[in-house]
């Protein structure tokens, strides 16, 4: 069967990737879609954040037994979709992994050009994201770059930080799918916490 694979890279693989590809996963469960995550930095199979873990379950996700993985050498050459959340990861993933060019954004800076994108609903899935990610790669050829799409790491920030992250990571995923798939629901993903966080922990890292 013909699948089209996204790969999520940030800076440990510890936070935005993981919550990035358990939400793109959860979206196209049923559909020829494959999601992976790493990370820029080698970190010997460590596990995701807490913040990820506890954010990640209060929006119905496991993300527990999530373990890093370096981009260096990853098979990514074939990649259909290469998305990092600032232009290092970009790089890291085109030089070190041989990501295509032409098919690696920013989440947010994918989200932005697939909005002034149009595709047709009857195009199959594969074929409608594959089309998707070309018209974005040829829109980006007549705009700059741009700070504004890069997304911050939130290690070391406040809670409330992390939390704010997961939000927008979950709403620029549900774009994304929108724009890449037609998935116009989200799939049993909440639209926000559906429990109390446990804010008043400490967390070790």
Known sequence: MDTFSIAFVCTGNRFRSVLAEAFMHRLTLGLPVTTESYGTLELDSAPALPEAVELARSYGLDVSRHATRCVAGAPLAEAGLLIGFDSSHVREAVVRAQ???????????????????????????????????????????????????????????????????????????????????????????????????????????
């Open 99 to 205: 990501a295509p060019r032409n098919r690696s954004f920013t989440m947010r800076e994918l989200a932005r050009l697939l909005d002034d994108v149009t595709l047709p609903d009857e195009a199959g899935v594969v074929a409608r994201a594959r089309r998707a990610v070309e018209l974005a790669a040829a829109l980006r050829e007549d705009q700059p770059p741009r700070l504004a799409d890069d997304m911050a790491d939130p290690l070391g920030s406040p809670w409330k930080v992390f939390g704010e992250t997961a939000a927008e990571i979950r709403e620029l995923s549900l774009r994304l799918a929108a724009s890449l798939f037609g998935v116009t629901d989200a799939r049993g993903l909440p639209a926000a916490p559906g429990k109390p966080l446990r804010r008043a922990r400490t967390w070790r890292r």
